[in-house]
């Protein structure tokens, strides 16, 4: 089984062409940590640079970063995200109000720093998170603590607001409609729960309902909508998982390679023992999933960069071929990441 997720999350096999092929295939990326959402690339393609990916988010608008599953930062193909928004947001109003009030902003002073924000968007373009919380805060609206992040999520669960150009070390927000365009048309929720589940598969089969369920931040019954609308396509297989029909068997693990923060392998299925076994506890600690280094399809080491390069923390002793293997692989990070530095200084 875990041989089979590596290939469908492009770990083995053939590497994709490029940042938004990645996206393709795993539908939707995790993004709040930039470097892990940019490594998760790197592990999946062959050649590429960090700035290859801002390239994406910024001149070409072919990838978008917004909160979708799970209230959570992801990056998406830009034509996935109407769908998505759609689909995953609807359900995140009610804790987002809550946290709201945990932050001490009214549901009045929450629309008027919503306002805020559109209006100096329309207004002066691309904006950072400082340049927001300024015009936010001049307002009367509290933006202390957390407050100004989830009134920046309350405009992005309305649809108002995405992520746009990485500008320097940081990515400015822009309103959807400048960015993006006009939404195409509306596509219906079982349409869009089937497409869910056959993408998601795509990028994370075998799996069960419940693992749809907690990717997507979907109700369960959701999850399953979802695939029984596309269960003629579907393998039910003896060990209670499902798949897209007619993949072939895969036994091939990927070679030893550097995974970052908040790694796509870990964080589309309920279970994690499979990849982390014993050291779940020093990969994700209260909420963060930690670099860490693969080899035959298992956790071996937590990784940091340290003076410019990564290093190693391990578990247990590496053998020396994949101590060679992850030499070479961490000298493909520093290249990889390099490309993005260079092309802020340029």
Same mark, same amino acid.
């Given at each position: 089984?875990? #041989?089979?997720?590596?290939? /469908?999350?492009?770990?083995?096999?053939?590497? =994709?062409?490029? +940042?938004?092929?990645?996206?393709?295939?795993?539908?939707?990326?995790?993004?709040?940590?930039?470097?892990?959402?940019?490594?998760?690339?790197? +592990?999946?393609?062959?050649?590429?640079?960090? +700035?290859?990916? %801002?390239? #994406?988010?910024?001149?070409?608008?072919?990838?978008? !970063?917004?909160?979708?599953?799970?209230?959570?930062? @992801?990056?998406?193909?830009?034509?996935?995200?109407?769908?998505?928004? =759609?689909?995953?947001?609807?359900?995140?109003?009610?804790?987002?109000?809550?946290?709201?009030?945990?932050?001490?902003?009214?549901?009045?002073?929450?629309?008027?720093?919503?306002?805020?924000?559109?209006?100096?968007?329309?207004?002066?373009?691309?904006?950072?998170?400082?340049?927001?919380?300024?015009?936010? /805060?001049?307002?009367?609206?509290?933006?202390?603590?957390? +407050?100004?992040? @989830?009134?920046?999520?309350?405009?992005?669960?309305?649809?108002? !607001?995405?992520?746009?150009?990485?500008?320097?070390?940081?990515?400015?927000?822009?309103?959807?409609?400048?960015?993006?365009? #006009?939404?195409?048309?509306?596509?219906?929720?079982?349409?869009? *729960?089937?497409?869910?589940?056959?993408?998601?598969?795509?990028? @994370?089969?075998?799996? =069960?309902?419940? %693992?749809?369920?907690?990717? =997507?931040?979907?109700?369960?019954? %959701?999850?399953?909508?979802?695939?029984?609308? !596309?269960?003629?396509?579907?393998?039910? $297989?003896?060990?209670? *998982?499902?798949?897209? /029909?007619?993949?072939?068997?895969?036994?091939?693990?990927?070679?030893?390679?550097? *995974?970052?923060?908040?790694?796509?392998?870990?964080?589309?299925?309920?279970? $994690?023992?499979?990849?982390?076994?014993? @050291?779940?506890?020093?990969?994700?600690?209260?909420?963060?999933?930690?670099?860490?280094?693969?080899?035959?399809?298992?956790?071996?080491?937590?990784?940091?960069?340290?003076?410019?390069?990564?290093?190693?923390?391990?578990?247990?002793? !590496?053998?020396?071929?994949?101590?060679? #293997?992850?030499?070479?692989?961490?000298? %493909?990070?520093? $290249?990889? *990441?390099?490309?993005?530095?260079?092309?802020?200084?340029?």
């Amino acid at each position: 089984m875990i #041989a089979e997720r590596l290939r /469908a999350q492009l770990l083995s096999g053939p590497p =994709a062409g490029g +940042a938004v092929e990645v996206c393709d295939r795993l539908l939707a990326v995790q993004a709040q940590d930039p470097r892990g959402a940019r490594l998760a690339v790197r +592990a999946r393609t062959a050649g590429l640079t960090a +700035a290859d990916v %801002d390239r #994406a988010l910024t001149a070409e608008r072919s990838l978008v !970063i917004s909160w979708l599953n799970r209230g959570t930062l @992801h990056l998406v193909r830009t034509e996935d995200y109407w769908w998505m928004h =759609a689909l995953t947001t609807p359900q995140l109003f009610t804790t987002s109000g809550r946290r709201l009030a945990q932050e001490q902003v009214s549901p009045s002073a929450a629309d008027r720093g919503v306002a805020v924000v559109q209006r100096s968007l329309a207004a002066e373009g691309p904006l950072t998170r400082a340049q927001l919380r300024e015009r936010v /805060a001049a307002a009367g609206v509290r933006v202390e603590g957390q +407050a100004l992040v @989830h009134i920046l999520l309350l405009a992005s669960l309305r649809g108002q !607001i995405v992520r746009g150009p990485v500008t320097g070390n940081e990515q400015a927000f822009v309103l959807v409609d400048d960015w993006l365009g #006009a939404p195409p048309p509306a596509v219906d929720r079982d349409t869009a *729960l089937g497409e869910l589940a056959r993408r998601y598969l795509v990028g @994370h089969g075998p799996a =069960a309902d419940r %693992d749809l369920a907690k990717w =997507a931040g979907l109700p369960l019954r %959701d999850a399953r909508r979802g695939l029984s609308t !596309i269960a003629s396509g579907l393998d039910q $297989r003896a060990d209670g *998982l499902v798949d897209l /029909a007619g993949r072939e068997p895969v036994k091939e693990l990927p070679s030893p390679r550097l *995974l970052g923060a908040f790694e796509p392998l870990l964080l589309g299925w309920v279970s $994690r023992e499979p990849v982390l076994a014993a @050291h779940q506890g020093i990969v994700t600690v209260n909420g963060i999933f930690r670099p860490f280094a693969l080899v035959r399809g298992r956790a071996v080491a937590t990784w940091s960069m340290t003076n410019g390069q990564p290093a190693l923390q391990p578990f247990a002793r !590496i053998s020396a071929a994949n101590s060679s #293997a992850l030499r070479r692989d961490a000298r %493909d990070v520093t $290249r990889f *990441l390099a490309g993005a530095e260079e092309s802020r200084r340029s």
